[in-house]
């Protein structure tokens, strides 16, 4: 089989990364939206040149995983802003300020307006857009390209994104170069699509009757205090209003936390394993209740997996500015489910997917994205009562 015949066949096993369009010296490869909402690629054959750099850049064509020694750590930042800013422990911003210092650029997902795009930034000023997780895919292409083009300047870059983005990131850079990249994966359960948040928003736009912006999940300061917190702005007749909830009260949010509105790809996902692309892997450290850890877990607590020396030493440069302990490995794979398993394909995903390609996401939500009266009844109840049912629970 050509090379190129491998991009053309990947059809739903496709990531979407976009890495093959930046790579493509011939311009005849182009990112096309399909039915399901989810971009892919698509190629004009009759322009191609049979260079293989499509391939040489796919993410599942060519995966590097590192087999060095892990170390894993409970940790979060001193900082209480650092600390509250992001999903779980504040890490990403106390290594991304590290890294900034040392002349780095950085470059993450970021939100402009609602559409979530990979962003370059070189200045701490810029770098709040880039915390914090979002649920949705980000379109990275265009990225590469601009990253190789700064690494290719002798300047270092710090990139951050799922673990598929992270592989494309990699392959798409050159021996040579790669001294000056620096990789963060998540631990990642999978990723709806841009088009699918997008009409989840015109559904929300039209219960208020205004224009909404500043979409923030994993907001800390919400009553519950619930991990899965979110947050939007209303602008309507001139006048801001602050939204917020947790995800029982959305459609999107519950509809992600059960898996049911994924990339086809992900409940296929190569990288659901602990041999890593990257040189840190970030994410929640679920339960870590359980384990001799002390400290403000309240507020969050990170799972930081150094998977290279490379990540170890900037996660050691770092350790005055945090809380850390380490465990082991072990305890991250008991932890956290998506370290070494794919998300589990709801059986009316397929259904529910078409369902809002047909009749659109309103009448899809109805239908299928309501949350349980349990769930919802659980979380009026105080906290301190919670702790003590996941206590007699074991979770």
């Given at each position: 089989m050509k090379?190129?015949?491998?991009?053309?066949n990947l059809d739903e096993k496709c990531t979407g990364c976009m890495a093959c369009v930046d790579a493509c010296p011939a311009g005849c490869i182009f990112s096309i939206?399909?039915?399901?909402?989810?971009?892919?690629?698509?190629?004009?054959?009759?322009?191609?040149?049979?260079?293989?750099?499509?391939?040489?850049?796919?993410?599942?064509?060519?995966?590097?995983?590192h087999t060095e020694e892990q170390h894993l750590y409970a940790a979060y930042s001193s900082d209480r802003n650092e600390h509250n800013n992001g999903s779980s422990g504040g890490i990403f911003e106390g290594l991304a300020k590290y890294f900034l210092e040392q002349g780095y650029y950085v470059?993450?997902?970021?939100?402009?307006?609602?559409?979530?795009?990979?962003?370059?930034?070189?200045?701490p000023d810029e770098l709040n857009p880039l915390l914090k997780s979002k649920y949705i895919q980000s379109d990275t292409e265009g990225i590469y390209n601009q990253i190789l083009e700064l690494l290719k300047k002798g300047k270092k870059v710090f990139f951050?994104?799922?673990?598929?983005?992270?592989?494309?990131?990699?392959?798409?850079?050159?021996?040579?170069l790669r001294n000056g990249l620096f990789?963060?994966?998540?631990?990642?359960?999978?990723?709806?699509?841009?088009?699918?948040?997008?009409?989840?928003?015109?559904?929300?736009?039209?219960?208020?009757?205004?224009?909404?912006?500043?979409?923030?999940?994993?907001?800390?300061?919400?009553?519950y205090r619930h991990a899965h917190g979110y947050s939007y702005r209303v602008t309507k007749n001139g006048k801001i209003t602050v939204k917020n909830g947790i995800y029982t009260n959305s459609t999107f949010y519950n509809a992600f936390k059960n898996y049911l509105i994924f990339r086809d790809g992900c409940y296929n996902c190569q990288y659901a394993t602990l041999q890593r692309v990257s040189d840190i892997t970030l994410a929640d450290f679920w339960g870590i209740e359980k384990y001799d850890f002390k400290g403000n877990v309240d507020s969050g607590v990170s799972m930081v997996i150094t998977n290279t020396p490379k990540g170890q030493d900037a996660f050691v440069s770092i350790q005055s500015k945090i809380v850390s302990k380490e465990f082991p490995v072990q305890y991250g794979i008991d932890s956290n489910y998506c370290l070494t398993h794919r998300t589990d394909k709801p059986n009316n995903r397929d259904v529910i997917i078409e369902e809002i390609a047909t009749n659109g996401y309103e009448e899809a939500a109805r239908k299928y994205f309501k949350c349980r009266i349990i769930h919802k009844m659980y979380w009026l109840i105080p906290a301190r009562t919670r702790r003590f049912i996941r206590k007699i629970r074991g979770n």
């Open positions: 090379r190129i015949d491998y991009i053309s939206i399909k039915n399901d909402g989810f971009r892919y690629s698509t190629i004009d054959t009759s322009k191609c040149i049979l260079c293989g750099k499509c391939y040489a850049a796919c993410p599942l064509a060519i995966q590097e995983k470059c993450g997902a970021s939100f402009e307006g609602t559409t979530l795009n990979h962003k370059v930034i070189n200045k951050c994104g799922t673990p598929c983005q992270v592989s494309a990131m990699i392959n798409s850079t050159p021996a040579t990789t963060a994966d998540i631990i990642c359960h999978g990723v709806p699509s841009q088009k699918v948040f997008d009409e989840y928003i015109g559904t929300l736009e039209k219960k208020h009757g205004g224009t909404i912006s500043d979409f923030s999940f994993r907001i800390k300061d919400n009553k």
